[in-house]
């Protein structure tokens, strides 16, 4: 296995609107992250982050941490192959999804990744909050075939 690579991308978002905006209903987060898979089957992958991360409107993509995870993503998506497919492996949310995180299997030609969605809900509206991904999956599952006494 190639040396541990994550990239992680943190959002710090508090919405100070005062305006109420309901732009996007219940169902927001699943309807991006599909369209982020469909544009990856589409061999657009800079594309589908790019709208991933235009999806939280308050993104500047020429931060500096975001130029990096672009750059790392491209890499991935260079080193690895043609992208096959993905698979939920766990959904988890917190309070009426205030909080939802989406964690999938990613399967590429020649590797695999765990991606990490974690989107905020500030009352109106779900936005992206955080993205990672990496490629530690393999070691966490031989981890967790240890016997312990």
């Not at 931060?63 to 690895?80: A, E, G, L, T």
């Amino acid at each position: 296995m190639r040396n541990f690579l994550i990239a992680t991308f943190l959002l710090t978002l508090f919405s100070c609107n005062t305006q109420s905006q309901k732009s996007k209903g219940e169902g927001t987060t699943k309807t991006e992250i599909i369209s982020f898979f469909n544009s990856m089957a589409n061999h657009q992958s800079d594309s589908a982050l790019i709208q991933l991360l235009k999806s939280n409107r308050y993104m500047n993509l020429s931060d500096s941490s975001v130029v990096n995870i672009r750059n790392q993503f491209k890499n991935i998506n260079h080193q690895s192959g043609i992208y096959k497919g993905s698979k939920l492996l766990k959904q988890k949310s917190v309070g009426e999804n205030d909080l939802e995180a989406f964690i999938y299997f990613v399967k590429y030609e020649r590797n695999y990744y765990r991606f990490t969605f974690i989107f905020y809900n500030n009352g109106d509206v779900s936005r992206l909050y955080k993205f990672y991904f990496d490629d530690n999956i393999v070691a966490e599952l031989e981890e967790s075939l240890k016997f312990y006494n």
